[in-house]
Nanobody, 130 residues
């Protein structure tokens, strides 16, 4: 399983950086995705990155505010979240999928990630509130 961390309470307009890592496998041949689920809502794809860092993907609601990156030496993916809004409040999860030639151009759509991403961890809670 992947381990997500870095959540917490932050005021609107603030920033947080989430981390996702595992000791069970190398991220080199995988894409790592971040997903979130707010109370009473469906899980939503937030962002994803290929193991090489060469491909990144963002959901419409976070474009321009969130940035995903990978540190291969640490086998860790980061999600830098800026200009946080109350609507960003959710439990954030990370998960992995094999990154090969069949990986789609829009991996954050629900019908793909629900059937393809695995190794879901426990998640980390992000609360944006004044």
């Amino acid at each position: 399983q992947l381990q997500a961390s870095g959540g917490g309470l932050v005021q609107p307009g603030g920033s947080l950086r989430l981390s996702c890592t595992t000791s069970e496998f190398s991220f080199d041949d995988y894409a790592i995705g971040w997903f979130r689920q707010a109370p009473g809502k469906e899980r939503e794809g937030v962002s994803a990155i290929s193991g090489s860092g060469g491909r990144t993907y963002y959901g419409d609601s976070v474009k321009g505010r969130f940035s995903i990156s990978i540190d291969s030496a640490k086998n860790t993916v980061y999600l830098q979240m800026n200009s946080l809004e109350p609507e960003d409040t959710a439990v954030y999860y990370c998960a992995a999928d094999v990154f090969d030639s069949s990986f789609p151009s829009d991996p954050l759509r629900e019908d793909f990630y629900r059937s393809s991403f695995s190794s879901w961890g426990q998640g980390t809670l992000v609360t944006v509130s004044s």
